[in-house]
């Protein structure tokens, strides 16, 4: 692949992990798209590529609103030259703080505050970038999940796992519509990452082979194995980026 003919949008970028995902991408000289539902964040992370060499644009836009997102994202779209590389980022409760609630206990009310973000999000900016993807004969998909939803977890995030688990079903379902045009779709599922609070990942750092959190970092270098060229027969997968815990 030749990545420097390449632009990459990437939701939730502003900040943390998708930021890190972002720089990350600028440095193997692909232009990225920072969407971040707020506009110092995004401005603030693309004007950081720029001045350190790269090519970024910021987008300031809620991804969970379908009849804004789409038709910002066509625009991005036919701005760029086409949109190559998804990375589905932006995720937890959005723009509002996580609930850990047991869902027996967890006011309807904040369903789809988790619901929004994590599923209606991924379906609307894949929808927005499919067609141009098939149409020049490639792009890549990544949605960023979590090993919420793939097991059962003890932790009170019922409606959050529900959702990634609904994300991530929904890649390999559009891998297999996709795959012919030279399209592929796949997922990486997060174990604990180092952007959760020390209080609550002390106790759990000791059940994580590796003996620690993962990073940004980790997840980057996933992101440039699944849009390299070495990954254009892995397609429809989930890659656990866990450290060795929850190894289902």
């Known amino acids: 692949m030749s990545q420097r003919q390449k ?11 998708g930021q890190v995902v972002a720089n990350h991408l600028a ?3 692909i232009q ?25 644009l910021a987008a300031t836009f809620d991804i969970t609103q379908t009849g804004t997102a789409l ?25 509002r703080p996580t609930h850990q609630i047991p869902f027996k206990d967890m006011p ?16 609307n900016c894949t929808k927005a970038v499919l067609n141009g993807m098939c149409e020049r004969g490639w792009g890549r998909v990544i949605t960023i999940s979590s090993e919420a939803g793939r097991a059962g977890l003890d932790i009170h995030v019922s409606v959050y796992g529900a959702a990634k688990a609904g994300a991530a079903h929904l890649m390999r379902h559009i891998a297999r519509e996709v795959g012919p045009y030279g399209v592929t779709a796949n997922v990486l599922s997060l174990g604990l990452m180092d952007n959760v609070p020390e209080e609550f990942t002390a106790a759990f750092i000791k059940t994580i082979p590796m003996r620690r959190l993962g990073s940004g970092g980790d997840v980057a270098a996933a992101v440039e194995y699944l849009i390299s060229d070495a990954a254009s027969w892995v397609t429809g997968q989930t890659l656990p980026i866990n450290g060795g815990s929850l190894a289902v």
């Not at 632009?7 to 992990?17: C, V």
């Not at 707020?38 to 001045?51: F, G, Q, T, W, Y």
Request: hydrophobic letters at 45%; glycine letters at 16%; zero cysteines.
């Open 32 to 56: 990225v798209i920072i969407n971040d539902i707020d506009p110092a964040r995004a401005e603030a992370a693309s004007a950081n590529i720029v001045d350190n060499g790269g090519r970024a």
């Open 27 to 29: 440095s193997l000289g």
């Open 108 to 123: 309807p009310e904040e369903w789809d505050m988790y619901i929004g973000v994590n599923l209606y999000g991924v379906l």
């Open 7 to 17: 632009t990459a949008l990437i939701t939730g970028a502003g900040q943390g992990m």
């Open 71 to 95: 038709p910002r994202i066509e625009a991005l779209d036919a701005e760029v030259g086409g949109i190559d590389i998804l990375v589905n980022n932006a995720g937890n409760a959005g723009s």
